[in-house]
Structures are given as C-alpha cells and as structure tokens.
C-alpha cells in the first residue's frame, strides 16, 4: 500500500504560481510513475501530467503545457506540480496518483492508476 497526501493548494490571482507537493509514505515512491490529475466543478476528473520512475520522462495535457512541471525527488518520497501563470479554467481539486505499470494502459486513463491522494484545492480567481 502506498499514501499519499498532496498539499500545496490555495487562492491565487489569475498570472500567479502554486507549488503542489505530493508526500508518499507505505512503499519507495521510485518504484511508481506518477500523476496529477484534476477535477473541476462539474467535471469528470482528467489527466495533466505525469512522471517517469526516474523522473527521465514528463507527460503533459495540451492544455497545460509550458505553464505546469511535474517533477520528483525519490530521496524525499515527494513529487511536485509547479504551476505558472494560472488561469481560471485551472481551478479544480488536484490529486497525485501511483502508477505501479501493473496494467499498462493509457497513461491518461483513471483506471491505470493504483494509488490516490485525498486532492488540494486550487482556486484561480480573474
């Protein structure tokens, strides 16, 4: 088993930045790929980025590319979302997930996932 606990989340303007961290503890984070996804008001829950077990490869959604880096530190058990010039649309619930490649499928999809944070708040006001 593995947790996970993001935090990070909060208000920000419209242009501003957050940091989201995601805490691991139960297993060694290297052994997973891992994720950010997002849920918007009203939405379903989509995918934004992912990471590499080494941390050689990034993933994004076209919609938040140049604006969001996913990044890891396995030493630390910790992966980060840097999030630059936000925008409103970018208000959702954020949540890190462990990938442990058991099901080798999309890397987009919900279900490939084994593990989920309890998610973070962000709110981009305009």
């Known amino acids: 088993q593995v947790q996970l606990v993001e935090s990070g989340g909060g208000l920000v303007q419209a242009g501003g930045s957050l940091r989201l961290s995601c805490a691991a503890s139960?297993?060694?984070?290297?052994?997973?790929?891992m994720g950010w996804f997002r849920r918007a008001p009203g939405k379903e829950r989509e995918f934004v980025a992912r990471i590499s077990r080494n941390g050689n490869s990034t993933y994004y959604a076209d919609s938040v590319k140049g604006r969001l880096t996913i990044s890891r530190d396995n030493a630390k058990n910790t992966v980060y979302l840097q999030m630059n010039s936000l925008k409103p649309e970018d208000t959702a619930v954020y949540y890190c997930?462990?990938?442990?490649?058991?099901?080798?499928?999309?890397?987009?999809?919900?279900?490939?996932?084994?593990?989920w944070g309890q998610g973070t708040q962000v709110t981009v006001s305009s």
């Open positions: 997930a462990a990938d442990s490649l058991r099901t080798g499928q999309s890397i987009r999809l919900v279900r490939t996932y084994d593990y």
């Open positions: 139960g297993r060694t984070l290297s052994n997973y790929a």
